[in-house]
């Protein structure tokens, strides 16, 4: 298994827990999530994380060397403004009914038009396997982000104790943008916690607590099985 490090990690206070929380939320189905190590308690959890499941998905790859990092902006001057929708499935597990993503995306609606006073709507869901989508992707691309890839099952080898300092550092890096606000950051991801009634003082102690959740949640999943009886996370490199 492996994982982003440095700034890629993370963008901002709610995108911290949003690492945390969205990929274990789409991999429930596969065990029971109030077994996971860290759970979200049931007493703080929102309709917001209805939209913490990866559906918007751009199924056209484009060159990773000229145009990755140089994506314009969107004109949203006219509204409603129109998103186009994927469900990229994974057969190792259950999907999602037609139901359930139409009762995202109508969420989706909802919270974006209340946190942004912009109107929304979808296009048709396009179905891709992940096959698919990971074949297509520009191996030049794939070069460019080897580098900000670590390796977590080797965290805790001494040789390697190094990388989890470096996703701490990171993590920590990223925080202190948000300084002037820092204990509404705080307080925003104490309940995620894996031990959430040990309160976090500043952002160095909360960088720590944050990568301990991130592993312990990934040591869980691997240790967990899909419906073709391998780990959730395995080899593929479906997760990296």
Known sequence: MKLKKKTAMVKN????????????WNLSSCSDLDNVPGNV??????SDQQLNKPLNKHSEIVDAAADWSTVPLPDISRQPIK?????I????????TDSQIQQILQRSQTLVKQYFDIDIEFSEVDVLSIEDVFKNIDTSLVKQRQKEIVDTDFIDDEAKRRAREEMQEALYATMTNYSGNEQSVIDYAQPYLINPEI????????SYALVDILLTR???WKSQ????????????????
């Open 218 to 220: 990934l040591n869980y």
């Open 83 to 87: 998103l186009s929708v994927a469900s």
């Open 41 to 46: 308690p049931s007493e703080v959890l929102s």
């Open 89 to 96: 499935v994974n057969s190792r597990f259950k999907q999602l």
């Open 199 to 206: 309160k976090q003082k500043d952002f160095i102690g909360l």
């Open 225 to 240: 099985t899909a419906a073709d009886g391998a780990p959730v996370l395995n080899d593929s490199g479906y997760h990296e």
């Open 13 to 24: 206070n709610r995108l911290i827990l949003a690492a945390l929380i969205t990929a274990f």
